[in-house]
């Protein structure tokens, strides 16, 4: 660390590692309670305010000497790592006799930061264990009805068709895009929700995900409730000629989520559709007989989310995308997943180098949605819709669970071929990691160390 300490002192771009020091004070002030690095920031501000040109950053940084938290935020998941802690920065000194200490590594916590989620705000809470649902919660998931019934029992099979039957009225008679915004106004609101450093601990630890502690579990879970909202008011109906007509209106928000933009929604919209038929299922004949137009759409929409290329047709279709955009997570998540698990994060041969173009890889992914949270909080060109109270009941329907789906969905006969529909699987877990796939198109290995 001394050795460093000198290569930093005797460095021609301390400007630019004084700016990057502020802006890593301004967004993580909590890093600088971790282990010994109180002392070493203090030292590093010492040697800045000897330096005139550097006076003005030195008088920045000294009074978040004097009032720097005193809690890590991250404890509870970041990486462990066994450093001296002394009382003061004589660890760090400038002196040409100290020697290099590369401290080692702990093992990584499987513990996660707790936050309770609401549509607008978080907070620090424990972790709430979650519980098996025999049915799924709403879209909002504002908060969670109790006593809900299961569909175990014929009456609550019943119940629930007959809400669902009651829904779909409902909704047919609705604006499409009142629909769609409402579920962008949702969808955006959980969005911006998700920080930075969520998607690295999302990804970094292990496990199954609770909905109530991790930003990026609960958008996704909503993404999976739409989908299913989206099976369930197809298969309420009985004939395919409802069905159909259901599809029809369905597809006709889904054009409106197109055009603002809410990709995540919209994949949802395109998974529910597939998930509630099957090859030759005369249902999407019926829809494609009486509605050829919206019948490409809905093609077109199953080319763009089309996994080929690793998602070729969505990633180019997102870069041209101008104004608000709601992008399909899921995508980012598997791509930040893949470049964790193809590279390592340290040199194999030398421990004290890192794999920085893994991180700087990771990186450039959570920017990029990033950019696309700021497009979406722009209060001239994001998203800004009035919520809709008489929408909220259709979009709360308890909807069908996985097996009362297959209970209503008719199977394809013995002689019936399976064509390529696509198939879109609704979120993508940290489970996701341990699978052995290794496709050199999709995970690149690195071979840049620092």
Avoid at 98 to 111: C, E, I, K, R
Avoid at 198 to 203: A, E, S
Avoid at 336 to 350: S, W
Avoid at 412 to 420: A, K, L, Q, R, T
Wanted: hydrophobic share 35%; aromatic share 8%; glycine share 4%.
């Amino acid at each position: 660390m001394q050795k460093r300490m000198r290569q930093l002192d005797q460095g021609s771009d301390d400007p630019m590692i004084c700016h990057l020091l502020e802006v890593w004070i301004r967004d993580y002030p909590h890093d600088f309670v971790v282990g010994a690095a109180a002392d070493a920031l203090n030292a590093l501000v010492k040697s800045i305010v000897t330096k005139t040109h550097l006076l003005h950053y030195g008088s920045d940084l000294l009074p978040f000497l004097e009032g720097r938290p005193l809690q890590d935020k991250d404890f509870a998941w970041a990486m462990k790592v066994d450093e001296p802690t002394a009382e003061n920065d004589e660890l760090y000194s400038l002196s040409e006799d100290d020697d290099d200490v590369v401290p080692p590594l702990g093992t990584a916590s499987s513990q996660t930061q707790s936050f309770s989620l609401t549509e607008e705000t978080s907070s620090t809470q424990s972790p709430v264990p979650s519980s098996r649902r025999e049915r799924k919660s709403s879209l909002p998931l504002s908060s969670r009805s109790n006593g809900m019934m299961t569909t175990d029992h014929p009456d609550g099979v019943k119940e629930i068709l007959k809400n669902l039957l009651s829904t779909s009225a409902k909704l047919n008679v609705c604006e499409p895009l009142h629909v769609a915004e409402e579920i962008t106004r949702v969808g955006k609101s959980l969005f911006l929700l998700i920080k930075p450093r969520d998607w690295l601990q999302h990804v970094f630890v292990s496990g199954k995900k609770d909905s109530q502690t991790d930003s990026i579990a609960r958008f996704n879970e909503v993404s999976e409730h739409l989908a299913d909202w989206v099976v369930s008011l197809i298969l309420c109906h009985d004939k395919a000629k409802n069905r159909a007509k259901q599809i029809e209106k369905l597809v006709e928000v889904a054009e409106k989520l197109r055009a603002l933009n809410n990709y995540s929604a919209l994949r949802a919209f395109v998974a529910g559709i597939n998930n509630a038929t099957y090859p030759g299922d005369p249902t999407i004949a019926r829809f494609q007989e009486n509605n050829p137009k919206l019948h490409k759409h809905l093609q077109s929409w199953e080319l763009l989310f089309n996994s080929t290329g690793s998602h070729r047709s969505y990633r180019m279709a997102l870069r041209n995308s101008k104004g608000p955009c709601i992008p399909a997570l899921e995508v980012h998540l598997s791509d930040l997943i893949r470049a964790h698990v193809g590279n390592g994060d340290f040199h194999p041969e030398d421990p004290s180098k890192i794999h920085w173009a893994k991180f700087n890889m990771m990186g450039k992914f959570i920017h990029l949605v990033k950019q696309h949270q700021l497009r979406c909080r722009n209060a001239e060109d994001g998203y800004s819709f009035e919520e809709r109270s008489e929408l909220r009941g259709i979009l709360n329907v308890a909807v069908m669970d996985s097996e009362m789906q297959l209970s209503r969905i008719a199977p394809p006969s013995e002689g019936d071929e399976f064509n390529d529909r696509g198939y879109f699987p609704r979120t993508i877990s940290r489970d996701f990691a341990d699978r052995p796939n290794r496709d050199a198109a999709l995970i690149r290995k690195l071979m840049f160390w620092v």
